[in-house]
């Protein structure tokens, strides 16, 4: 069969920096939010794992690259430990961490791997937080210094760029509901001017990478949501499940819509202020144009998702999730495989014909490596399988999708959950650090093979 897959399209596999570096102390490295939390709250995560070795992969990048090599990845989307490159947040780069990204970037290209790097993905250095955190203005400028510094070294070895892994999570997890690091539970007066300081930051990474980049750049950002599906494909489902999706209705700060209208629109929601009252930031328009900066992609990191019916008068309504949908390990992972084909239609037609790339989609197990020495992991297969059908659906009626990252590469520290919860492609034994390539990745080697044709 012929795929619709464009031809250029980037298949890969994601990974973050604290879930599989290790080596937390070496090298000069200063410690982030996560270390603080994973050794002095450890009660907070499972069996109280921390991410200090994880997979090692700061010493095994080598063995790691070439794995994916053997999985046939085009692309690879990491993380950069901010405090690996900058111990104190802001100030004198540390040369060994500069080194070490740019001897991974240099793996990567000679196995044939595109780089594709997020600049943060939750791991703050301590320092800042002692500092304020993202609480403080300055944020803006600590985050705009560190992409100068990142870019200038890697600017020559790298073309695309995310600012930001889900914004909308490390913000609620970390400063609202306090299971994730810095682990705070504020109100949500300051918990929205985070938000707000945490735009305005990645708008002044943008602003940053473009003027600094060598070569031209390609520039996103990774926000996140369940997806809406319409329960059924009446025009009032579907008119009821894009409202749904977009809606500001409870009082929270993870509402997509807060996080990509302001960034792809210059604005926040109209039903913001009305849900949120008070507790919403008073925003310059000097302010939303800085976060409004221009961006080649939308981004988004999508793996579950809920049906939504038209109910009186077209309001929306969930559709519960019958008993015994197939689900993950993780609890809110359920099966919802239409979930990328429907995030793709409306995204696309919210923000604009961007290409639009999964910067995230995945499944968590326990896998394990079996008698015969290797891991079967068929629920992850099948779960794959399925979500890559609603991006072909997507591709095929013209949505201009531009990649798919599989989460992970490689089973690794999964926050709070600790080494619980098996998302890789990559089985890890954890005692010995011996890889196992899953049946999942296999599986997906043919998926690249074949463009896709294979689905
Ligand atoms: C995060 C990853 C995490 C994955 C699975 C995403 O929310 O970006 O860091 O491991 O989901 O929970």
């Not at 793996?107 to 790097?117: H, S």
């Not at 790298?158 to 600012?163: D, G, M, P, Y």
């Not at 890559?388 to 201009?400: H, K, N, V, Y």
């Amino acid at each position: 069969m012929k795929s619709s897959f464009p031809q250029d399209f980037a298949w890969g596999a994601a990974t973050s920096a604290y879930q599989i570096e290790g080596a937390w102390n070496e090298d000069g490295k200063g410690p982030s939010v996560w270390d603080q939390m994973c050794h002095h709250r450890p009660e907070r995560i499972w069996r109280r794992e921390t991410g200090d070795v994880a997979c090692d992969h700061y010493h095994r990048y080598r063995e790691d690259v070439a794995l994916m090599k053997e999985i046939g990845l085009k692309a690879y989307r990491l993380s950069l430990s901010w405090s690996r490159i900058l111990p104190e947040g802001t100030g004198n780069p540390n040369p060994a961490g500069l080194d070490f990204y740019r001897r991974l970037m240099d793996e990567l290209l000679g196995a044939g791997i595109t780089p594709w790097v997020t600049l943060f993905h939750w791991d703050l250095p301590l320092a800042l937080y002692h500092r304020g955190g993202w609480l403080n203005r300055d944020c803006v400028e600590w985050f705009g210094d560190y992409t100068e510094v990142v870019v200038k070294a890697l600017g020559g070895q790298v073309k695309h760029w995310i600012t930001m892994n889900e914004p909308s999570i490390f913000v609620n997890l970390g400063h609202f509901v306090g299971v994730n690091a810095p682990g705070d539970k504020l109100p949500l007066a300051p918990v929205l001017r985070i938000m707000h300081h945490v735009l305005m930051a990645h708008g002044r990474s943008v602003q940053a990478i473009r003027a600094i980049t060598p070569q031209p750049a390609r520039v996103g950002y990774a926000p996140t949501s369940g997806a809406r599906i319409p329960a059924t494909d009446s025009a009032a489902d579907i008119e009821a499940a894009r409202r749904c999706y977009f809606q500001v209705d409870t009082q929270s700060p993870t509402h997509l819509a807060l996080w990509t209208d302001p960034v792809f629109l210059g604005k926040y929601p109209d039903e913001a202020q009305a849900t949120l009252g008070d507790a919403m930031p008073k925003a310059t328009d000097g302010e939303m144009k800085l976060i409004a900066q221009p961006l080649d992609f939308i981004g988004y990191n999508c793996y579950t998702g809920e049906r939504v019916r038209a109910g009186e008068q077209g309001a929306p309504e969930i559709v519960p999730f019958e008993p015994g949908n197939a689900m993950a390990t993780l609890s809110w992972l359920q099966l919802a495989p239409e979930s990328l084909y429907w995030s793709a239609r409306f995204l696309t037609e919210r923000y604009g014909k961007l290409p639009y790339v999964v910067t995230e989609n995945g499944f968590s197990g326990h896998d394990w490596v079996h008698l015969d020495g290797k891991v079967h992991d068929p629920a992850r297969i099948d779960y794959t399988h399925r979500n890559l059908l609603g991006l072909r659906r997507a591709a095929s009626e013209g949505i201009p999708v531009g990649g798919y990252f599989h989460w992970s590469v490689m089973d690794n520290f999964e926050w709070h959950e600790g080494y619980r919860e098996r998302c890789g492609l990559i089985h890890v034994d954890y005692r010995t650090q011996t890889r196992t390539l899953k049946d999942s990745a296999y599986w997906y080697r043919e998926v690249i093979r074949t463009n896709g044709a294979n689905l």
